[in-house]
């Protein structure tokens, strides 16, 4: 159980197009969804937390108008990146909390995004 | 601040070897500790998880680790190392009261044939 999907698992865009990445919870309600960012050979950035049904909470430094993120329902959520440039090329990973007081998230298998 | 130390960016060992990769966590009480594995353009799998109770914990391939309050560590250990097993590890920390993970740095583990 607690299987988490992404979608597309690669994309690649040209600069200044928007892409969009889903994460859905499979078997599972999560009241709360993460998009974290990684960096070739680096670790893992929280970029926001969302909750269903109301604004994502963005971590410092993260441009919320460049990453957009909308938890729509209690087994998914998007991130999309407006008007994406190279710098923007990254490996997207979301993950998923089942409920209030689980402290565990389960993750996705990540979203390569690569920016021409 | 809360934190996670990983000392060891880069780890090779012989396969059948013994391998422990260290964690060090910064953390006014004890929060819940994981240890993931990201094999490489892959997401993040569960090795193992301590939320309390016994110190020594198992996880799956044959991974266990041990929490160490007095030391502030969550170490990983695997007393013989397969080839399969290279890949990056992270120490993660859920402090206890908010959502949020807080990863280390990573360990790239290279297994000698």
């Known amino acids: 159980g607690a299987v988490v999907s992404q979608h597309p698992s690669r994309v690649i865009c040209k600069s200044g197009t928007s892409v969009k990445i889903e994460c859905r919870s499979l078997?599972?309600?999560?009241?709360?969804m993460f998009w974290y960012r990684q960096f070739p050979k680096q670790s893992l950035m929280l970029m926001a937390t969302?909750?269903?049904?109301?604004?994502?909470?963005?971590e410092q430094g993260v441009e919320k108008d460049k990453f957009l993120i909308n938890h729509a329902s209690l087994t998914l959520s998007t991130l999309t990146v407006t008007s994406a440039h190279p710098e923007d090329s990254s490996f997207y990973i979301c993950?998923?909390?089942?409920?209030?007081?689980?402290?565990?998230?389960?993750f996705g298998p990540g979203t390569r995004l690569t920016v021409l | 601040a809360q934190s996670v130390t990983q000392p060891d960016i880069h780890i090779t060992v012989s396969e059948g070897a013994s391998l422990e990769l260290r964690c060090n966590y910064s953390?006014?009480?004890?929060?819940?500790l994981f240890w993931y594995v990201q094999s490489p353009g892959q997401g993040l799998q569960l090795l193992l998880k301590?939320?309390?109770?016994?110190?020594l914990v198992q996880g799956i391939k044959g991974f266990e680790a041990e929490f160490k309050r007095s030391q502030s560590s969550f170490n990983l250990r695997k007393p013989s190392v397969h080839w399969s097993d290279a890949a990056e590890y992270f120490c993660?920390?859920?402090?206890?009261?908010?959502?949020?993970?807080?990863f280390g740095t990573g360990t790239r583990l290279k297994v000698l044939a």
């Open positions: 993950s998923a909390q089942p409920g209030q007081g689980y402290n565990e998230q389960f």
């Open positions: 078997d599972f309600q999560a009241t709360t």
């Open positions: 969302s909750n269903e049904g109301s604004k994502a909470t963005y």
């Open positions: 953390y006014g009480a004890t929060p819940y």
């Open positions: 301590y939320f309390s109770g016994d110190t």
């Open positions: 993660a920390v859920g402090p206890s009261g908010t959502y949020k993970y807080i």
